[in-house]
């Protein structure tokens, strides 16, 4: 167990539709990241945030959008779902002490499947 | 080509067999990740490295930064460590975590 929950664990949307995944930070964590992880490969880096504001994003696209509130907890928005949206999404808490070094203590992931 | 890349994808062993899973990278780092994914998801972070070695319990990695190169060694495997193993690197240049594919590693009783 690290701390680090995700809710819903598993859901099904349709083309077009959209969808909030949430993530709840291990305690005293300020940085959250959130990764998309296909089946069969390893998770690709979506966005992070670091007290409440955007500190970095991978290449995708803008209907990928994120949140994290004064408590730490974020929000994953994904707009306009595509097939190819159907992945295990990540979150992933750290103290950003050194963002050299610091580990990442993950979530269990959420289940998206999109028809 | 991926920046890591991991070998093998697959392995099957057998109780008590020792195991090496491989990971090569291309870019200058400034941490390595040892990272256990089991069916349905969850990721435990097993070790971080920026040089030599680690050892916790059976588990053991290793990393040679002039060849860009990490090893994680299983010693006495036993059917719970059945899981992926993923690599994950962090570049010097600041970036965020650059995940391999990982290796599907089954352990028979």
């Known amino acids: 167990e690290t701390g680090v929950t995700q809710s819903p664990t598993h859901l099904i949307k349709t083309r077009g539709q959209q969808v909030t995944l949430r993530c709840s930070s291990q305690s005293g964590h300020n940085t959250v990241s959130w990764y998309q992880q296909a089946l069969g490969q390893g998770p690709q880096f979506i966005f992070q945030?670091?007290?409440?504001?955007?500190?970095g994003r991978g290449n995708f696209p803008p209907r990928f959008s994120g949140l994290q509130f004064p408590n730490y907890s974020s929000e994953l928005n994904v707009n306009a779902l595509e097939l190819d949206d159907s992945a295990l999404y990540l979150c992933?808490?750290?103290?950003?002490?050194?963002?050299?070094?610091?580990?990442?203590?993950f979530g269990p992931g959420t289940r998206l499947t999109v028809l | 080509k991926n920046e890591v890349e991991q070998s093998p994808q697959n392995l099957t062993a057998q109780e008590g067999e020792f195991i090496t899973i491989n990971c090569s990278y291309s870019?200058?780092?400034?941490?390595l990740h040892w990272l256990q994914q089991h069916p349905g998801g969850g990721i435990v972070s097993l070790f971080m490295?920026?040089?030599g070695k680690k050892k916790h319990g059976r588990l053991i990695a290793t990393i040679n930064i002039q060849e860009k190169h990490s090893s994680l060694h299983i010693t006495a495997s036993h059917p719970r460590d059945s899981a992926v193993y993923i690599c994950?690197?962090?570049?010097?240049?600041?970036?965020?975590?650059?995940f391999g594919s990982g290796t599907q590693l089954t352990v028979l009783p």
């Open positions: 994950a690197v962090r570049p010097l240049s600041g970036g965020q975590l650059t």
């Open positions: 870019v200058g780092i400034s941490a």
């Open positions: 945030y670091y007290r409440e504001e955007e500190n």
């Open positions: 490295l920026s040089s």
């Open positions: 992933a808490s750290s103290l950003a002490r050194n963002r050299g070094t610091d580990t990442q203590y």
